[in-house]
Each structure stands twice: as C-alpha cells, then as structure tokens.
C-alpha cells in the first residue's frame, strides 16, 4: 500500500515513490502536536509519529500553543522527530503563568511553574492509514518530566519535582466514514501533568490513566474533534479533575495546520472551573 496516495475525501490512486519518500503521509494524519511535545491530539498522545515522512525518510515538526484560562496562562512549545515513521523523539517547555492564584499561594503574582519533557516514541505494529481496516497503528512510548520549582513542589506536598510517564496507544483513520479514533492508555504519577511535581507522600505509585481521542475529517484539510483525558489525584492540598476539549484543526498549507479548541482542565491548584480557549500552530516537515 506504500504506493498510494489519498486526496480529497479519501480517494485513492496511485502516488510516485518520490513523493512519499519527501514528506509523503496523507494531510493531516500525522496529527498535531500535544502540550507534552509528542505527536496526537491537544491534550491527547496517538500513536502516530511526528513529522510528514513516510518509511524512507526523517520528518521533524515544531509547535507553539496559548492556553488561556480564568487564573492562569498556558504556553508551550517544542520540536519533535520523526525517524522512518517509526521512532519519535520530542521535547517541549511548559509555562504556568499562576498570575493572580500566585499571589493567593504565597509565590508572588505572575510567578511561573516551568516543566521540560522529554519523550521517545516506538510504533510497534499497525499502520493509522494502510493495512486491516480494523487493525490499528500501536507505539509505545515513554515522557520523562522535570519540573524546575523544587521548592513549590516540596511546599504542596510532591515526593519528587520529577517523574517519567509510559503509555501505550493505538489510533486508527477509518477511512470510509472519515473518522479517526484514538486510546491511550498512560502510567503516570504526575500531579498537573508534572508541573506540581510527582506523587506525594501517600500516592506514589504510577496509576493508569486514560486518554480518548474522536475526531471526523469535514474536509481534506478541515477536522474537528473531542478528546478526554484522566489523571490522579495525589495532593490533598489541591484537587485535579479530568480534562476534556473539543477542537478543530485546519491545514493552512502541507506543512503547517493551526488548532483551536474549547477546553475544561477543571481544578488547578485551588482555583475550580478552569475552561478557556487554546490555540496552537505547528510547522511539520
């Protein structure tokens, strides 16, 4: 199947080598960038492998994404490879702008929780696109994080300011309906995502966790879409809720595609109701 191409709505034909080999994987099936770094969703990690190259080449892709929420601001951005759609190597930097909840907590106002993660990704079986129509591409990946507020950590009751995620995925494009489906299933520790540490003196144990990805292609380049993600619950001083968004993605040229979304990250850090709006452009080669 290495010999075809899709356009439009999923029609098939015959593609050259050449192309497939320089950046040759159906728009947008390669997904997006997460806030973690790693190829999937917004919020959600897919199995895909980053970057616009098929088996005969290296792919790379960037992103930058805004968060923004009642109390707090959201950014990240980073860089992934993609090796022969098959490995995967990422990294990115979160910022937690605390503005007004930093003064409330003793940090001082607009004070920052920062976060770097990095990630390897090694798709083991499957194809999103090609191969049995219910068969889907399966990676297993690991996201190591390293908070850089110690001290903030240590104070809400985090047993370490850094920890390391595993998790499997699989992710399928249908290709008949337009629908692609994602679940990932992810072992973690991390308190908001690690940028308040790891664990706590009483949950230390990495939990699994689960992240859902929906999403229906209106167009060749236009998808909208819901995700679902869960996480634990470890520091009695401040509570974490599920997060959920619903987003739509928009490929502006082959290599660059923008994603707004609705989402609901629910409490962080005392302050409840944390819904906004997200944005995010990402460059893929």
């Known amino acids: ?14 593609a050259h080598a050449q192309d497939l080999r320089n950046g040759g994987k159906l728009l947008l099936t390669n997904g997006v960038s997460t806030i973690e770094g790693s ?18 080449g290296i792919g790379a892709s960037a992103h930058g994404t805004i968060i ?34 930093g003064t409330a907590l003793g940090l001082g106002r607009g004070y920052t929780l920062n976060q770097d993660v990095f990630g390897a990704k090694l798709r083991v079986a499957g194809d999103v696109v090609y191969g049995d129509a219910l068969m889907p ?4 990946g690991v996201q190591h994080k390293r908070s850089s507020d110690d001290a903030v950590v240590a104070a809400v009751g985090g047993a370490s300011p850094q920890g390391t995620d595993f998790y499997i995925s699989a992710t399928k494009l249908f290709l008949s309906h337009s629908v692609l489906a ?17 664990g706590s003196a009483t949950q230390n144990n990495h939990k699994p966790q689960f992240e859902g990805s929906l999403a229906y292609q209106v167009s060749r380049r236009f998808v909208i879409g819901g995700e679902y993600r869960t996480k634990p619950d470890n520091l009695a001083i401040a509570r974490e ?26 409490s962080i850090a005392t302050a409840d109701n944390q819904r906004g709006g997200f944005l995010s452009l990402q460059a893929a080669f």
Do not use: H
């Open 39 to 56: 190829g999937g969703g917004g919020l959600a990690t897919w199995s895909t492998i980053a970057g616009n190259a098929t088996q005969e």
């Open 1 to 14: 199947m290495a010999g075809l191409t899709c356009l439009a709505v999923f029609t098939c034909g015959p």
């Open 241 to 266: 809720d599920d997060w959920l968004d619903l987003f739509a993605a928009y490929a502006l040229t082959r290599n660059v595609t923008v994603t707004a979304a609705y989402v609901d990250l629910g």
């Open 182 to 198: 994602n679940a990932t299933v992810r072992f973690t520790k991390a308190n908001q995502g690690g940028l308040l540490g790891f």
């Open 68 to 101: 923004e929420l009642p109390d707090y601001n959201w950014t990240s951005y980073g860089v992934s490879l993609g090796f022969f759609d098959r490995v995967e190597l990422s990294y990115a930097r979160q910022n937690l702008d605390t503005i007004d909840v």
């Open 137 to 140: 591409q399966i990676a297993v």
